[in-house]
Each structure stands twice: as C-alpha cells, then as structure tokens.
C-alpha cells in the first residue's frame, strides 16, 4: 500500500469534521425530541392558599 497524500489526509480531515458535525446536530436533536429525563416528583396542580395583595405595585 502506498502513503497517504497530503490531498488524501485533507479529504478525510474534511469527512470526519463533516462527520462529527451530523452527529453533534442529530445528537442534539435526538436529546430535544427525545423522552424526558427529568426527575421532578408528580405533584399535579396545586391550588393558591394565599391572599391576594390589597396593593398594587408597580
């Protein structure tokens, strides 16, 4: 087998940047339309046991 040329190792520098860069989008768009993995508690509505301020603030 002969040594890769100089064009050779540019070309192949250039498919794996190219590479990396799918994979980094489709990675990102796999993690926003993926599943959720929060870990918050289901607590559901939870009703308002307060008493609303008689003064407006601005």
Do not use: C
């Not at 040594?3 to 050779?8: F, G, L, N, R």
């Amino acid at each position: 087998m002969s040594k890769p040329t100089a064009i050779q190792q540019f070309l192949q520098s250039i498919q794996e940047a190219t590479q990396r860069i799918i994979s980094y989008v489709l990675s990102a768009g796999a993690r926003i339309f993926g599943p959720s993995d929060d870990n918050y508690p289901k607590t559901g509505v939870q009703p308002f046991e307060g008493d609303p301020d008689d003064e407006k603030r601005f």
